[in-house]
């Protein structure tokens, strides 16, 4: 499990780099207004994964499910039925790409000269979309065989190449349409590694869509459809704000908020590594009812996310603002810090319940009434986003976005300790208590070295965030986690054992 959740990270680190890299880069060569033409595209694009109406999941799910029992020919019906679904849906995506850049301009503040690029950019990003809808099935069962080290193997070199690339070709001259082009070309690469390695693994899989049943359909979408909805959800909540922005602010402000939330989402991805992991594993553990060992897991996990982001989100917290100044050489430093230190507000809470109560309610099928509430909660967030920013510009999103995450993570936290039958003072010692505590090294050490005044500087940056690092993952490990500590102990004992 840790070595295909570090897989998974491995890949957040690589596309967290590459995006350090480039947008300054790209700021700086196509400007703030074009960049932010193309930050718009990836919104609206962002909603074409909608139309997969919760499949993918579903997908995971299932062809978890029956490689646990042996089954494949109804493996590969699954598989058949998601194909055929992937193929249309990559179709529909298409023609909505198309018919969206015809109208493009009469919904957002795009500049006159970037018009034509924003409605050729859009229609690329769509066929990138409609091909990666076809290839889901592949990864689908990379992902339900946890093959993590080598998708994400995979992914890191192609990022690093579109990297590169990007330098490479990229100007002021249609530089958006070279981005659009670029991440299609990084699509086509990866879509042919994953399938020559399902091809090549696993010979009984058959990606044939004349397998697929009408019975598999129905249970395909009786899945998926709260599936869709929670996406749907947690795209407004969390990947609106550019439209929103554009629409009532301005082009440039979708760049202001865009650093900020870029950095989040990089931050949610970390979590997201853990999520994929866990729920093939919840969905074999529930298929062979072992609702001790889910309980197990679950707790464990929770532990483990909790002591990862509360002090990750505490440096953000301290030093985003110094980062910031460092990375976008002061523009716009003082709105992008100010739309981070709110956002951070809620997603301290939300990613705990993200990382470990979604995977698990979703392993065991208990998303019916989450689905709701973070349904509810995602149109307050847009109302209130729209309100909001009119009145107090991208400081009102922000709120906006922050404080029905906050609700939605406390229902979630006490959901999941109803449908487990574990107390809620339990649920919260774990999620919120114990990570808590192991936020006293870091406070300490803010104090400690803000009276010493250091000069902003990279090499000082990193001293103060590694230092933070190391002292709190040792007061984790010993006052924090007997289990761990013991481990730990074990291990420097064997060392010395061996070295005597």
């Known amino acids: 499990m840790l070595r295909n959740i570090i897989a998974n990270w491995s890949f957040i680190f690589v596309s967290a780099i590459s995006v350090y890299a480039l947008y300054p880069f790209y700021i700086d060569v196509l400007g703030a207004e074009q960049y932010g033409v193309w930050l718009l595209i990836s919104s609206i694009i962002g909603y074409f994964s909608l139309i997969q109406m919760g499949v993918p999941l579903a997908n995971v799910r299932f062809v978890s499910k029956y490689y646990a029992k042996g089954d494949f020919d109804k493996l590969n019906e699954v598989l058949g039925a998601n194909l055929f679904l992937f193929i249309w849906m990559a179709g529909i995506t298409v023609f909505f790409g198309l018919a969206i850049s015809l109208f493009l301009d009469r ?12 409605k050729i950019g859009l229609i690329i990003a769509a066929l990138e979309v409609g091909l990666r809808f076809v290839f889901e099935a592949v990864e689908g069962v990379l992902n339900a065989r946890r093959e993590f080290v080598f998708i994400n193997g995979v992914r890191n070199v192609i990022t690093i190449l579109r990297v590169a690339l990007s330098f490479l070709l990229i100007s002021n001259d249609c530089g958006l349409l070279w981005v659009a082009s670029l991440l299609l070309l990084s699509t086509i690469i990866q879509s042919i590694c994953f399938y020559l390695c399902v091809s090549r693994k696993y010979p009984k899989i058959k990606l044939l869509p004349k397998k697929a049943t009408r019975e598999m ?21 969390f990947q609106t704000d550019a439209l929103v922005l554009a629409s009532v602010v301005s082009v440039t402000s979708v760049v202001w908020f865009g650093v900020a939330n870029s950095i989040l989402l990089y931050l949610t991805q970390m979590v997201v590594g853990v999520s994929k992991v866990l729920m093939p594993q919840m969905s074999e ?8 060992k889910i309980c197990s897991v679950f707790l464990t996990s929770t532990r483990m996310v909790g002591l990862l982001v509360f002090p990750i989100c505490l440096l953000l917290y301290y030093y985003g603002g110094e980062f910031i100044q460092l990375w976008m050489k002061d523009s716009f430093r003082p709105e992008m810090y100010e739309v981070l230190s709110i956002l951070l507000v809620g997603y301290v809470f939300f990613l705990v319940q993200r990382g470990t109560t979604f995977p698990v309610l979703m392993g065991v099928s208990k998303m019916k009434w989450p689905t709701i509430v973070m349904f509810v909660a995602a149109i307050f967030n847009l109302v209130s986003s729209i309100w909001f920013g009119k009145i107090y510009g991208v400081y009102g999103v922000a709120w906006a976005t922050s404080i029905p995450t906050i ?19 339990k649920c919260l010692i774990n999620s919120t208590l114990i990570p808590g505590v192991s936020l006293l090294p870091i406070i300490i050490l803010f104090y400690c070295f803000d009276s010493f005044d250091l000069q902003y500087s990279y090499l000082a940056l990193i001293f103060k965030i590694g230092v933070s690092m190391i002292l709190t993952f040792l007061f984790d490990l010993f006052l924090v986690d007997k289990i761990y500590r013991g481990k730990f102990m074990n291990i420097i004992s064997k060392v010395k054992g061996a070295t005597i």
Do not use: M
Not at 107 to 118: R, S, T
Not at 223 to 228: A, K, T
Not at 231 to 237: A, D, F, G, K, T
Not at 285 to 292: F, I, M
């Open 107 to 118: 919904f957002f503040q795009i500049p006159l000269e970037y018009l034509y690029y924003a």
């Open 407 to 425: 609700c939605v993570a406390l229902f979630l936290l006490a959901y999941i300790s109803s449908i487990l039958s574990i107390p809620i003072l």
């Open 285 to 292: 553990l529930d298929s062979l009812g072992d609702n001790s």
């Open 217 to 237: 359909f129905k249970d395909i979408f009786s899945y998926s459809g709260f599936v869709l909805l929670l996406q749907l959800s947690s795209r407004i909540s």
